[in-house]
């Protein structure tokens, strides 16, 4: 490594002020700091600093999103073969959807990197991680028949218009693969929605749709069992269909403490408590759909894990999570249930509530001042009453 | 009166290998000095010049905006220099010790019998009235105001800290005297806050005059202004001074004595240290005695106080007037080859990402390596896990980076220093210098309203 190290110092005066290519500064820093940390030393407050940083922060939840990931290739190729009526190995369908897969994972990554490496160019910055795991969630919250250049058209959307014009990461509103999975779904409706898109290259008498779809048109008799919707045996975008592969990625979320579990699980305990409002009710039939099979149905449990708990855009303050958990687990069976024009409402819940945040968070901290100046007050009482009783 | 028992349950207590031995070795550094640095607000007019003689206890410099505020040699000797710095800001005014250690007779008296007045002038003549430091703001007290407590933090919870026990052990009375002299100086109380549930000195546990309360659980359980919160919490307009117990010997010794006896234990900690122990000499002493032919090999950094707050030295600069504690570690100016994506069973990090975790008791050699680049705020909700305070830490930073006065003041500016936003900045994903930002919040807050 030693001669990557020589060779990275040779050529670093080039990019630094006033070199040939100083221009390229953000690239070459990115990459200099993704083969090596940084030679940097503490020179202001406390001398020694935690090994954690944003790199690593970020590559852990890539890590989280593997499991999802490769059963969701699996299941692409396993879907395809299945509709077209063929057995396969599991091999056969790994492979199939590894390569139906890849492209997009690769078109999402390269639009969103290249935007990103070009703002922190024009703007000065080190180009900051958070696409790392940005690029990883579009491609697995697209279905897989998703057409490339769509793909790329809603990538360079959210990054931009989500997250550039706010100032970049850290700075965002809405979460940005969300936002270029609406953009998708608002821009390209007849594309994003129906049967057709939720299996690769499906023959077209197959049925193919996926639980909320049947759910949906209220043929509940036809939602597949609740073993492999939790499996994720099951027609779905890329990387939703599997709770269990969605759990072990929780898993390792909440061990490494990168995720928020005050936000998971009131996710969890507003969906169920929605899905049993509804069983109460029981109006139709999709009201009678057992709450805890809303969990393992659709993006639900993908959402909750990988986008509610996004630091940047759920609530910021410890009591403000719950309820901004809470309810996006509330909305997303509400919209699901009362809206047939949205059949996911998970992605609409989280969106809405990502707008949200700052005002459950101003309440909290509102909560917090009165607190503080009630006591403040008290304090003034009682030097009053002492000093009157001094006299 | 029982103790009040308090629990902190938020915190990190940071291992690291370096602990000093309890053994005492003599050391007579030639040089010594006082730091005007090391006193925050503080604007010093000289008093004396280059080459003079000074006796242990004459006066150094003034406060321009606090005339009666005298700072004072810790040792007799002759000023061999006066160092500035840019702008000419005065760095240090460097004594070379006489052997003769002659000092100035302020008079013995018993502080009962003495009143405020009395006390205070004592204290503000001999220069050590400097060592009482008020909240907000950890500046120096105003002699002239009624504080509505005195906070004693009579253990130190962060990392490699010297046992308080240790540093006052034998020193009864001197201790006893200190008391008796604060508990003049205020009409509410003179907390003494003791650790829970482990062996305390009893020169600690019987005195007398004292409210005594035991503290548990992680660093900053050792701080003082969690310490307050949990007691009786600075209000808008309130005022608290505090102290630590090596100060109250001084005070104590002042009255026992008649003089200004500066000698203190100092800590010398840290992986790099080759036989860490106590050392006993006096405030501001040159450090390079105790360092000498005692540091292992490699590029290492001096450190005046813990690694978390204490200011950087040079191998042959001076401890800091407040300080009891000089650590010695590594510099981290090395490159990593994918460093952020190895295993780390090395890597000591609050957070659970690295393997380390498994093993919570080891202990670790930790430098100076940044682990990264500074970043915007991305991951949101974790500086409260080691902020054991009613108060929203990262709305506050923000409060502070704009400017908004009256933002600071809501959201509890008053009840805390930066020295309790140092476990943020160690645990910050995003390496920003947080402590930096609160300090400046707070002085920007002091100047605004003062």
């Given at each position: 490594?030693?001669?990557?190290?020589?060779?990275?110092?040779?050529?670093?005066?080039?990019?630094?002020?006033?070199?040939?290519?100083?221009?390229?500064?953000?690239?070459?820093?990115?990459?200099?700091?993704?083969?090596f940390?940084?030679?940097?030393?503490?020179?202001?407050?406390?001398?020694?600093?935690?090994?954690?940083?944003l790199?690593?922060?970020?590559?852990?939840?890539?890590?989280?999103?593997?499991?999802p990931?490769l059963?969701?290739?699996?299941?692409?190729?396993?879907?395809?073969?299945?509709?077209?009526?063929?057995?396969?190995?599991?091999?056969?369908?790994?492979?199939?959807?590894?390569?139906?897969?890849?492209?997009?994972?690769?078109?999402?990554?390269?639009?969103?990197?290249?935007?990103?490496?070009?703002?922190?160019?024009?703007r000065g910055?080190e180009?900051?991680?958070?696409?790392?795991?940005t690029?990883?969630?579009?491609?697995?919250?697209?279905?897989?028949?998703?057409?490339?250049?769509?793909?790329?058209?809603?990538?360079?959307?959210?990054?931009?218009?989500g997250?550039?014009?706010?100032?970049?990461?850290?700075?965002?509103?809405?979460?940005?693969?969300l936002?270029?999975?609406?953009?998708?779904?608002?821009?390209?409706p007849?594309?994003?929605?129906?049967?057709?898109?939720?299996?690769?290259?499906?023959?077209?008498?197959?049925?193919?749709?996926?639980?909320?779809?049947?759910?949906?048109?209220?043929?509940?008799?036809?939602?597949?069992?609740?073993?492999?919707?939790?499996?994720?045996?099951?027609?779905?975008?890329?990387?939703?269909?599997?709770?269990?592969?969605?759990?072990?990625?929780?898993?390792?979320?909440?061990?490494?403490?990168?995720?928020?579990?005050?936000?998971?699980?009131?996710?969890?305990?507003?969906?169920?408590?929605?899905?049993?409002?509804?069983?109460?009710?029981?109006?139709?039939?999709?009201?009678?759909?057992?709450a805890?099979?809303?969990?393992?149905?659709?993006?639900?449990?993908?959402?909750?894990?990988?986008?509610?708990?996004?630091?940047?855009?759920?609530s910021?303050?410890?009591?403000?999570?719950?309820?901004?958990?809470?309810?996006?687990?509330?909305?997303?069976?509400?919209?699901?249930?009362?809206?047939?024009?949205?059949?996911?409402?998970?992605?609409?819940?989280?969106?809405?509530?990502?707008?949200?945040?700052?005002?459950?968070?101003?309440?909290?901290?509102?909560?917090?001042?009165?607190?503080?100046?009630?006591?403040?007050?008290?304090?003034?009482?009682?030097?009053?009453?002492?000093?009157?009783?001094?006299? | 009166?029982?103790?009040?028992?308090?629990?902190?349950?938020?915190?990190?207590?940071?291992?690291?290998?370096?602990?000093?031995?309890?053994?005492?070795?003599?050391?007579?550094?030639?040089?010594?000095?006082?730091?005007?640095?090391?006193?925050?607000?503080?604007?010093?007019?000289?008093?004396?010049?280059?080459?003079?003689?000074?006796?242990?206890g004459?006066?150094?410099?003034?406060?321009?905006?606090?005339?009666?505020?005298?700072?004072?040699a810790?040792?007799?000797?002759?000023?061999?220099?006066?160092?500035?710095?840019?702008?000419?800001?005065?760095?240090?005014?460097?004594?070379?010790?006489?052997?003769?250690?002659?000092?100035?007779?302020?008079?013995?008296?018993?502080?009962?019998?003495?009143?405020?007045?009395?006390?205070?002038?004592?204290?503000?003549?001999?220069?050590?009235?400097?060592?009482?430091?008020?909240?907000?703001?950890?500046i120096?007290?105003?002699?002239?105001?009624?504080?509505?407590?005195i906070?004693?933090?009579?253990?130190?919870?962060?990392?490699?800290?010297?046992?308080?026990?240790f540093?006052?052990?034998?020193q009864?009375?001197?201790?006893?005297?200190?008391?008796?002299?604060?508990?003049?100086?205020?009409?509410?109380?003179?907390?003494?806050?003791?650790?829970?549930?482990?062996?305390?000195?009893?020169?600690?546990?019987?005195?007398?005059?004292?409210?005594?309360?035991?503290?548990?659980?992680?660093?900053?359980?050792?701080?003082v202004?969690?310490q307050?919160?949990s007691?009786?919490?600075?209000?808008?307009?309130?005022?608290?001074?505090?102290?630590?117990?090596?100060?109250?010997?001084?005070?104590?010794?002042l009255?026992l004595?008649?003089?200004?006896?500066a000698?203190?234990l100092?800590?010398?900690?840290?992986?790099?240290?080759?036989?860490?122990?106590?050392?006993?000499?006096?405030?501001?002493?040159?450090?390079?005695?105790?360092?000498?032919?005692?540091?292992?090999?490699?590029?290492?950094?001096?450190?005046?106080?813990?690694?978390?707050?204490g200011?950087?030295?040079?191998?042959?600069?001076?401890?800091?007037?407040?300080?009891?504690?000089?650590?010695?570690?590594?510099?981290?100016?090395?490159?990593?080859?994918?460093?952020?994506a190895?295993?780390?069973?090395?890597?000591?990090?609050?957070?659970?990402?690295?393997?380390?975790?498994?093993?919570?008791?080891?202990?670790?050699?930790?430098?100076?390596?940044?682990?990264?680049?500074?970043?915007?705020?991305?991951?949101?909700?974790?500086?409260?896990?080691?902020?054991?305070?009613?108060?929203?830490?990262?709305?506050?930073?923000?409060?502070?980076?704009?400017?908004?006065?009256?933002?600071?003041?809501?959201?509890?500016?008053?009840?805390?220093?930066?020295?309790?936003?140092?476990?943020?900045?160690?645990?910050?994903?995003?390496?920003?210098?947080?402590?930096?930002?609160?300090?400046?919040?707070?002085?920007?807050?002091?100047?605004?309203?003062?």
């Open positions: 490594m030693k001669g990557l190290r020589r060779f990275l110092d040779k050529i670093k005066p080039n990019f630094e002020k006033g070199g040939k290519f100083a221009k390229l500064r953000s690239t070459f820093d990115a990459f200099e700091t993704f083969l940390v940084p030679n940097k030393v503490t020179f202001a407050g406390s001398h020694i600093r935690d090994a954690v940083d790199k690593r922060t970020m590559s852990i939840v890539v890590i989280a999103l593997m499991p990931m059963f969701g290739m699996w299941n692409v190729g396993y879907q395809h073969f299945f509709s077209n009526g063929m057995e396969t190995t599991l091999w056969q369908n790994f492979w199939y959807g590894f390569l139906q897969v890849l492209p997009i994972v690769i078109v999402s990554y390269v639009t969103g990197l290249a935007i990103e490496f070009g703002f922190a160019q024009a910055h180009v900051n991680e958070g696409f790392l795991v690029g990883m969630l579009i491609p697995m919250i697209v279905p897989p028949d998703t057409p490339l250049w769509m793909v790329a058209l809603a990538t360079a959307f959210a990054v931009i218009f997250k550039e014009v706010f100032g970049g990461t850290g700075m965002n509103i809405l979460n940005p693969a936002t270029a999975r609406a953009f998708l779904f608002f821009a390209y007849k594309e994003m929605s129906g049967d057709k898109v939720w299996i690769a290259d499906k023959l077209d008498a197959f049925s193919g749709a996926t639980p909320l779809g049947h759910a949906m048109i209220g043929e509940v008799d036809k939602i597949p069992s609740p073993m492999d919707m939790f499996l994720g045996i099951i027609p779905g975008s890329i990387g939703e269909t599997s709770t269990l592969a969605i759990i072990i990625g929780a898993l390792i979320l909440l061990i490494t403490g990168v995720a928020s579990w005050r936000i998971l699980f009131s996710v969890i305990a507003g969906g169920l408590l929605m899905g049993w409002i509804f069983n109460l009710i029981a109006l139709n039939e999709y009201m009678l759909i057992p805890w099979e809303h969990l393992i149905m659709g993006g639900f449990a993908f959402g909750a894990v990988y986008m509610a708990t996004d630091p940047v855009t759920a910021q303050t410890l009591k403000g999570q719950y309820i901004y958990g809470f309810l996006i687990g509330v909305f997303a069976i509400l919209v699901r249930v009362f809206n047939p024009a949205y059949p996911e409402g998970m992605m609409l819940a989280i969106l809405f509530m990502n707008i949200f945040s700052p005002l459950i968070d101003h309440y909290v901290i509102q909560a917090n001042i009165r607190m503080r100046k009630k006591r403040w007050q008290k304090a003034e009482m009682n030097a009053v009453v002492e000093n009157t009783l001094k006299q | 009166m029982m103790p009040a028992r308090i629990k902190i349950k938020k915190g990190l207590d940071i291992q690291l290998i370096g602990e000093a031995e309890k053994k005492i070795i003599r050391c007579v550094p030639q040089t010594y000095a006082l730091k005007p640095t090391d006193f925050i607000g503080v604007f010093p007019k000289l008093l004396v010049q280059e080459g003079e003689e000074v006796k242990a004459t006066p150094l410099f003034f406060d321009k905006y606090r005339e009666q505020i005298l700072f004072t810790p040792v007799s000797g002759r000023i061999t220099a006066i160092r500035r710095g840019l702008k000419r800001v005065l760095l240090e005014i460097v004594i070379e010790a006489s052997e003769t250690g002659e000092a100035i007779d302020f008079g013995k008296a018993d502080p009962n019998t003495l009143s405020r007045e009395q006390i205070i002038g004592k204290m503000l003549k001999s220069g050590i009235w400097p060592m009482i430091r008020q909240r907000p703001f950890s120096i007290a105003k002699p002239e105001q009624q504080p509505k407590a906070f004693i933090p009579a253990f130190d919870s962060s990392p490699l800290a010297p046992d308080y026990n540093l006052v052990e034998g009864a009375e001197a201790f006893q005297t200190g008391i008796d002299a604060l508990k003049k100086l205020t009409s509410g109380k003179v907390h003494l806050n003791l650790p829970d549930g482990s062996s305390v000195s009893n020169v600690f546990l019987e005195a007398r005059g004292v409210q005594v309360n035991r503290f548990s659980g992680p660093h900053p359980a050792g701080n202004s969690p307050i919160s007691l009786d919490p600075i209000n808008k307009g309130d005022v608290v001074w505090y102290l630590r117990p090596q100060e109250v010997l001084s005070i104590g010794r009255f004595s008649g003089t200004y006896d000698t203190k100092f800590a010398l900690t840290g992986s790099m240290v080759e036989r860490p122990a106590y050392y006993q000499c006096k405030a501001g002493a040159c450090i390079e005695e105790m360092v000498k032919d005692n540091v292992k090999e490699g590029p290492v950094r001096f450190i005046s106080g813990n690694v978390l707050t200011t950087r030295i040079e191998r042959n600069g001076f401890a800091g007037f407040y300080d009891s504690q000089i650590t010695v570690i590594p510099e981290g100016d090395y490159y990593e080859f994918l460093g952020w190895t295993p780390g069973l090395n890597k000591f990090s609050f957070s659970g990402m690295f393997f380390s975790k498994l093993q919570p008791r080891r202990k670790y050699r930790l430098d100076t390596n940044l682990h990264g680049a500074e970043r915007a705020f991305v991951m949101t909700g974790k500086y409260e896990k080691v902020f054991p305070f009613d108060i929203y830490p990262m709305q506050l930073i923000k409060a502070i980076l704009v400017e908004d006065i009256d933002l600071m003041e809501n959201l509890g500016i008053y009840e805390i220093d930066a020295e309790d936003f140092a476990l943020i900045e160690f645990i910050d994903t995003s390496k920003i210098e947080i402590q930096t930002i609160v300090r400046k919040g707070l002085e920007f807050i002091r100047m605004e309203t003062t």
